[in-house]
């Protein structure tokens, strides 16, 4: 009996040893989408999540859990059990901006994240349907001062770096307008080609499809320079609006306390993704900039924003609706 248990337990520590020695993954990765489908982070993503399952043989499967600017997504990440097979598309939205717009949210993202792979980063764009009266950015500008909150401007919701473009243009151009939050770039998306509203701010990788289809025109990105995916389009800051800069990044997170050796892993192979021609390529054509760092990089960044957007959303006076 004795020698029964013995060689069970010793037959346990020998499975669980051999379960231990397996390479990384061993079953399907999630990523966690804090927004609908069809905006520029599912975009985005799906795309990786697509590639890396193509290229690496891994299963990365995404799974939208959107609302409330994208923090209810990131708050199921961070409880989530830092066993690597969980993650995140978080950006600056959800990342540095929405900590201080929200009274009670549930985490916070440079003590309960583990940054692990920066992806882009991508100037926030201007719209209006073509056939808007609004033929440039000056126009826009001297309609909003002939008659003021006349304009309405749409966003994919409160506390995102897209809702506070909106309002530090604003507040650079001396007009008022009326913002309109929407539960993702979709919504609002449609209301803007519908003539519902005015103007929409969007990430450019949201509005793209519709500025090649010719459906949306582009009146300024909110870039210091212009944008490489829209070379024609002027940015505002050189349209008289001096150091206006505006835009946001995309990158993958874990829980905090992930193994180290599981960060590192998911780096290198997210970093060999974004090498290669053809991921350039995808993701330029979506209007974002592929940019890769490593964990270390990517976590500094994160906390450099954190704390530098914290003076900016009080600067602007904007609050949650």
């Known amino acids: 009996m004795i020698r029964k248990l013995i060689t069970s337990v010793a037959l346990g520590l020998a499975f669980a040893a051999a379960a231990q020695a397996q390479p990384y993954p061993t079953k399907p990765i999630r990523m966690v989408v804090p927004f609908p489908p069809g905006g ?137 307008m009326r913002h309109v939050p929407y539960k993702g770039s979709n919504a609002a998306m449609m209301d803007v080609l519908a003539g519902n509203v005015d103007l929409m701010v969007s990430s450019l990788p949201s509005a793209m499809g519709q500025i090649k289809s010719g459906k949306l025109r582009p009146l300024a990105v909110t870039s210091l320079r212009r944008s490489s995916s829209l070379p024609d389009v002027p940015s505002v800051a050189e349209l008289g609006y001096k150091d206006f800069d505006v835009s946001t990044w995309y990158g993958l997170f874990m829980p905090a306390g992930t193994p180290k050796e599981i960060v590192m892993t998911v780096n290198a192979e997210v970093n060999k993704l974004l090498a290669t021609p053809e991921m350039k390529a995808a993701i330029i054509a979506q209007g974002a900039e592929p940019q890769s760092m490593t964990p270390e990089q990517f976590g500094t960044l994160l906390k450099t924003d954190y704390q530098k957007w914290r003076g900016i959303v009080h600067d602007s006076g904007a609050t949650i609706e």
């Open 40 to 176: 520029g982070t599912d975009i985005l993503s799906r795309l990786v999540a697509n590639k890396l399952t193509e290229t690496s043989k891994w299963t990365v499967v995404p799974d939208n859990r959107a609302g409330a600017g994208g923090t209810i997504g990131i708050a199921e990440a961070v409880r989530s059990a830092p066993t690597g097979y969980d993650m995140v598309m978080g950006q600056k939205d959800n990342m540095v901006v929405a900590p201080w717009l929200y009274k009670n949210l549930s985490y916070d993202p440079t003590k309960d994240l583990t940054a692990v792979a920066h992806v882009a980063y991508t100037p926030v764009v201007i719209v209006t349907r073509t056939e808007s009266k609004f033929k440039t950015l000056a126009d826009v500008v001297n309609a909003a001062r002939a008659a003021p909150d006349s304009i309405t401007y749409g966003s994919p919701g409160n506390g995102t770096t897209i809702h506070l473009a909106g309002e530090i243009f604003k507040t650079a151009a001396n007009i008022k």
